[in-house]
Nanobody, 122 residues
Framework: QVQLVESGGGLVQAGGSLRLSCVASGLTFSSYGMGWFRQAPGKEREFVAAVNWLGSITYYAGSVEGRFTISRDNAKNTVYLRMTRLKPEDTAVYYC???????????????WGQGTQVTASS
């Protein structure tokens, strides 16, 4: 049974930083690309960042480029999302997901976590 468990969310002032973690089990982690998506109230889920199996290729949404950094540690079956200079518009539930093909498209992701809330207050 595949499980993705996110942690690290919370409440932070605008301009602050957080690091999200996602621990995977039940799959060969190093064979999967990993992504982070987010969903704000009343909005559709949107792509945030993705990293290939090796950690050598990364994709970012334009809205987070230069502020967020995705990375992974295959020895720990963990993917991270370092978020800096947070803005109120970054407030959302953040989900990690696993894909057999690196992509910005949520439909290509096979497995999803339950999400963690991030709130950046103004």
């Amino acid at each position: 049974q595949v499980q993705l468990v996110e942690s690290g969310g919370g409440l932070v002032q605008a301009g602050g930083s957080l690091r999200l973690s996602c621990v995977a089990s039940g799959l060969t982690f190093s064979s999967y690309g990993m992504g982070w998506f987010r969903q704000a109230p009343g909005k559709e889920r949107e792509f945030v960042a993705a990293v290939n199996w090796l950690g050598s290729i990364t994709y970012y949404a334009g809205s987070v480029e230069g502020r967020f950094t995705i990375s992974r540690d295959n020895a720990k079956n963990t993917v991270y999302l370092r978020m800096t200079r947070l803005k109120p518009e970054d407030t959302a539930v953040y989900y990690c997901a696993a894909t057999s093909q690196l992509s910005r498209v949520s439909a290509t992701y096979n497995y999803w976590g339950q999400g963690t809330q991030v709130t950046a207050s103004s």
